[in-house]
């Protein structure tokens, strides 16, 4: 089991920054992939930025490519992602989730909201 606690979200005008960060415990050394996923009202549940524990190569959704960074301290067990130039299109419910090995089961955390509002 693993358990992820998530927090930085909050409100944020159009052009603003934000940083979250997502600590994770318990089982921690089966932790293979760790990311931000997010969820709109009425949208499904989509992909921000994902980075694998040993080549930390990351990916990113094309709508946050240039704005968006995803870093993950592997001593601390977080993962982080800095946002940069949001916009109103950003604003959604923001998850972070693991994958871990052997399985590739999933782990979420409770999710952090976003608002990027003038």
């Known amino acids: 089991q693993v358990q992820l606690v998530e927090s930085g979200g909050g409100l944020v005008q159009p052009g603003g920054s934000l940083r979250l960060s997502c600590k994770a415990s318990g089982d921690i050394f089966s932790i293979n992939t760790m990311g931000w996923y997010r969820q709109a009202p009425g949208k499904e549940r989509e992909l921000v930025a994902v980075?694998?524990?040993?080549?930390?190569?990351?990916n990113y959704a094309d709508s946050v490519k240039g704005r968006f960074t995803i870093s993950r301290d592997n001593a601390k067990n977080t993962v982080d992602l800095q946002m940069n130039s949001l916009q109103y299109e950003d604003t959604a419910v923001y998850f972070c989730c693991v994958h871990v090995l052997p399985g590739w089961a999933q782990y979420w955390g409770q999710g952090t909201q976003v608002t990027v509002s003038s």
């Open positions: 980075v694998s524990r040993t080549r930390g190569s990351t």
